[in-house]
């Protein structure tokens, strides 16, 4: 979705969609490209003449160059359509479709400038673009040039048209026909219906120069130029004006690459907060993605402490011990462990569906101290019946007949979830990227998370009952 600084023609519009078009598709692994600029004829997309968006539809995985990825495609792409005046921004359709109708912003990150005057809102934007860019992951930025629209502006002179016997409504009458038409009729065709409108030739309102000669006919029959009663020059003004909340707004898209959203966006704050000043009346609002992940985050807050919460009260119930409860909440820290250290090699950043697919490690790990606390629970049992639970070396042998008989049924747990899992990390597909977030915390648990439950649990469990051994003999 690139963009472009305001003031565009149609005709500079339609070649530089052209060329981007021819650049994109340059590229072996581009299928197809279609590029879009303006506004479609629907009021769901108020698209600016600036804004041009371009579908690419890659060709299957198996034919692109070796050692080619999506990342290296977009960094390539990047470096090919890099046009002056022309900033990029590489992001998925349907995605962005849906953060544009929730948020407005296009890119991950957006910055909304809110104030009364729409030249300081401007300037404000530019400041903040040029803060944003020295911030490490920055790919492009572009603050919108709110006041940097050029319009053709007719002021009448209300004294020079009385002495022709002409008002200002006169005058507007005039250059609303000849500028803007006049609908006449509408013809018929089949079930389609056209207006006919009547206006002025192309070549005679072109021109500022052409559109100072249009004749204008007196009360008295005379004709005269629109120059002799009215003002015709070029005006800066605003390409399209936006609001939140009852208050004029800029708008600043920040496309980021190669770092997480989280750092990116604390380490952005800082600087914008120490290189851009604001006026009073004006207001700086993050938004985009991080709105998502502020949410996200504020949800996880809540939901990760009412998940152990409702993990030890069923380890509670089924143990009726607070002690081998709180013994398995100690031991799930660690055995989280290996879902760390994968994602860390995978290079995947903290995301809801990670957080997800921990959320999910956590009860599984939760599952494997149960079972081996029920084991451990039953050789003790066993062996006191037996009367054979009288010293630390005899509770040792019990602890390990009891830690023995749960290998089997763990092996085959862990196998179980690895052919589940496996599949979704190997295979690609729609929707693999999300998946392979939630399952790859799940494959790298299943290598500590066992380990913990075999090797660590009954170590504790030894320390416990040899103290309560101890104290009880």
Known sequence: MPTTLPGLSIGKAQELLQQTDRLIASLPEVERVFGKIGRADTATDPAPLTMIETLIQLKPESEWREGMTVDKLIEELDATVDLPGLTNAWVMPIKTRIDMLATGIKTPVGVKIAGPDLAEIERIGQAVERAVLQVEGTSSAFSERVAGGRYVEIRPDRLAAARVGLNVSDINRVVAAAIGGVNLTQTVEGLER????????????????????????????????????????????????????????????????????????????????????????????????????????????????????????????AFRSGGEALLVMLSLPFSLVGGFWLIYLLGYNLSVAVAVGFIALA???????????????????????????????????????????????????????????????????????????????????????????????????????????????
Not at 234 to 240: E, L, R, V
Not at 435 to 440: E, K
């Open 363 to 473: 009860g599984v790990a939760a599952e494997f101290g149960v079972v081996m606390l029920v084991y451990l629970d039953n050789a003790l049992k066993q062996w006191r019946k037996e009367g054979r639970l009288t010293s630390v070396d005899e509770l040792k042998g019990a602890i390990e007949e009891g830690a023995v008989l749960r290998i089997r049924p763990k092996a085959m747990t862990v196998a179980t979830i690895f052919a589940g899992l496996l599949p979704i990390m190997l295979l690609g597909g729609i929707g693999s990227e999300v998946m392979r977030r939630i399952a790859a915390p799940m494959v790298g648990g299943m290598i500590t998370a066992p380990l913990l439950s075999l090797f660590v649990i009954p170590a504790i469990y030894l320390l416990w009952q040899g103290w309560r051994l101890r104290r009880s003999g």
């Open 194 to 317: 056209y207006p006919v409108n009547l206006r002025f030739p192309r070549e005679q309102r072109d021109s500022v120069q052409k559109l100072r000669e249009l004749p204008i006919v007196t009360p008295t029959g005379a004709q005269i130029p629109l120059a002799q009663v009215a003002e015709v020059v070029i005006a800066d003004g605003a390409p399209m004006l936006k609001s939140e909340n009852g208050r004029l707004n800029g708008w600043t898209f920040v496309d980021i690459r190669g770092r997480d959203l989280g750092s990116w966006i604390e380490e952005a704050k800082q600087v914008v907060s120490e290189e851009v000043e604001l006026p009073p009346g004006y207001s700086l609002a993050w938004s985009g993605q991080y709105e998502y992940m502020e949410r996200a985050r504020e949800r996880l807050n809540q939901v990760v402490p009412v998940t152990l919460a409702i993990i030890f009260l069923l380890l509670y119930l």
